[in-house]
């Protein structure tokens, strides 16, 4: 499975690349939506994990941008700064998951390995 990390914490990015390169997944990053949008132009990914508020636009405005590229890949969103209105808001694009930070590792490796078992039996 491909994913592609969209948060403009430099550490976090860091992290979930380590993390996820040692679960066996093959990763990109991206630390704004300009450079979100640029690879996915160009690079096919499976799943999108999305920081709701990166510092030049909000995941609000960014899914509906990242479903015209690729209307396939799954999007987890993360938070730090979470509340009922926005995960509600939020799910309403048709993500597979919203997160809260810290992420939890043990419970974000099932999500994962969920994920990718679904997308192998399509």
Known sequence: MKILIIDDDR????TLLERLSRWGYHALTAE?????????????VDLILLDVYLKDITAIELIPKLKGIN??????????????????????????????????TDNFKLILEHINKRINNQ
């Open 71 to 104: 209307p396939i890949a799954g999007i987890i969103t993360m938070t730090g700064q979470s509340s009922r209105q926005l995960e509600l808001k939020i799910r309403s694009f048709g993500i597979l998951y919203y997160m809260e930070k810290p992420i939890e």
């Open 11 to 14: 550490a976090i990015l860091q």
């Open 32 to 44: 704004n939506a300009t450079e979100a949008l640029t690879l996915l132009s160009t690079q096919h």
